[in-house]
């Protein structure tokens, strides 16, 4: 059994530990609360407008960025945190990666990344290729920020150099429970393939004239939805982590005492015998 002073210092350290985990869940629960909030405003109308350009993408395939091509090249954009202690929060998105490089449309594809989030880059660096890093975004996230990520994206594969560009992110669902998603950024997936009817809507000046205004809007508001999911998803899975981290921490922090006590009692006890054994001895 260990002695009384490395008891002491474990039970310590146990405790010290259980304060900075208590401390980042409150910071993390704090966060969350606005990160939650933003999120569920911004899904409504970015969920309908991707749905309206989808709708209309059937009508317009000669349009630049519905043209489908050979997925020769393909880009991922890798969405992660900057921090660890969140859990499988980053573990998940390397591992829908390797599940998308084992589709059959990609068998024969080469790939490359754009990641956002320093704990991604980290990991994919080591082995793959990444053209570009904007980690920064979480620093002040705003739409101006992703509206020149997007564009700078959009103009990738306007250039030809991506055939696809898929997104790969945590989706927010509540603060226990992230749900990974990989999503076709570019070109616009289409639908509603079998249906080209576009009657319930009235178009002024034009279909084309709208589409092609709309869609660059419509990529930049996908993309900076995926990095808002993706901050409040953190924010959930990092409350979680240090919650069940706080509780583990209080559980080992209390078998240790009675380890404590426990020893402590038997010294007690050894001592006691020491000294009736001594003073038997001296009777004799």
């Not at 103009?155 to 790969?168: A, G, M, P, R, T």
């Amino acid at each position: 059994m260990a002695n009384l002073k490395e008891i002491r210092n474990r039970i310590s350290s146990v405790s010290s530990t259980m304060q900075i985990t208590s401390a980042m869940k409150m910071v993390s629960a704090a966060k969350l609360k606005k990160a939650q909030d933003a999120i569920i405003a911004m899904r409504p109308y970015s969920d309908k407008l991707t749905e309206l350009m989808q709708n209309f993408s059937g009508s317009n395939e000669n349009n630049k960025f519905i043209t489908n091509r050979l997925p020769n090249k393909v880009l991922i954009i890798a969405i992660s945190s900057n921090r660890g202690l969140c859990g499988a929060f980053n573990a998940n998105v390397l591992k829908e990666i390797n599940i998308i490089k084992t589709k059959p449309e990609y068998k024969s594809s080469t790939f490359d990344y754009f990641t956002i989030g320093k704990k991604v880059t980290d990991s994919l660096s080591r082995t793959e290729k990444i053209i570009q890093n904007e980690s920064e975004l979480f620093d002040d996230l705003n739409y101006d920020k992703v509206s020149n990520v997007a564009e700078s994206l959009m103009s990738l594969f306007l250039d030809e150099k991506y055939d696809k560009i898929e997104i790969v992110y945590n989706s927010f669902k509540n603060a226990a429970t992230q749900i990974i998603k990989s999503e076709q950024f570019l070109p616009i997936a289409n639908q509603n393939e079998n249906s080209s009817n576009n009657s319930n809507y009235i178009f002024e000046p034009s279909q084309e004239f709208i589409i092609n205004n709309l869609i660059p809007k419509s990529l930049k508001i996908q993309l900076f939805k995926a990095v808002r999911d993706s901050f409040a998803s953190e924010h959930g899975a990092r409350m979680t982590a240090m919650h069940k981290a706080t509780d583990n921490a209080s559980e080992l922090r209390d078998e240790l005492k009675l380890t404590y006590n426990k020893a402590r009692q038997a010294s007690i006890t050894n001592e006691i015998l020491e000294i009736v054994g001594g003073a038997e001895a001296l009777n004799n």
